[in-house]
């Protein structure tokens, strides 16, 4: 049997690298918001990561966003606030892969 610690590093090395590569394109975020996490979820401790590809205007401003996996009510909230970031300019429209994690113990 894998140890719950050994599971959790796995997660977070995984999570680590999904967030990372969000900001490894060409679109550098310039303002980012942060989802506001639903209070009935984080009380009862459910939690979890929201993928997303997110299209980018050429003036960095979000035009469309498809959620690719995650919680429903999670990713609503996700959706809100990626909605809001601004990313830097580009000469042309682009897409980009998010990840917003949700951690109920932080």
Same mark, same amino acid.
């Given at each position: 049997?894998?140890?719950?610690?050994?599971?959790?590093?796995?997660?977070?090395?995984?999570?680590?690298?999904?967030?990372?590569?969000?900001?490894?394109?060409?679109?550098?975020i310039i303002?980012k918001?942060?989802?506001?996490?639903?209070?009935?979820l984080?009380r009862r401790?459910?939690?979890?990561?929201?993928?997303?590809? &997110? $299209? !980018?205007?050429? /003036?960095?401003t979000?035009?469309?966003?498809?959620i690719?996996?995650?919680?429903?009510i999670l990713?609503?909230?996700?959706?809100?606030?990626?909605?809001?970031?601004k990313?830097?300019?580009?000469?042309?429209e682009s897409?980009?892969e &998010? $990840? !917003?994690?949700? /951690?109920?113990?932080?």
């Open positions: 049997m894998i140890s719950r610690s050994v599971l959790f590093g796995a997660f977070l090395v995984l999570a680590g690298s999904s967030l990372a590569s969000a900001q490894e394109t060409s679109r550098r303002k918001v942060e989802a506001q996490y639903p209070a009935i984080k401790g459910i939690g979890g990561t929201v993928r997303m590809k &997110v $299209t !980018v205007k050429a /003036d960095g979000v035009k469309h966003i498809e690719l996996g995650g919680n429903a990713a609503d909230s996700a959706q809100s606030a990626v909605n809001q970031w990313f830097a300019e580009n000469a042309a897409v980009v &998010v $990840t !917003v994690s949700f /951690d109920p113990h932080s």
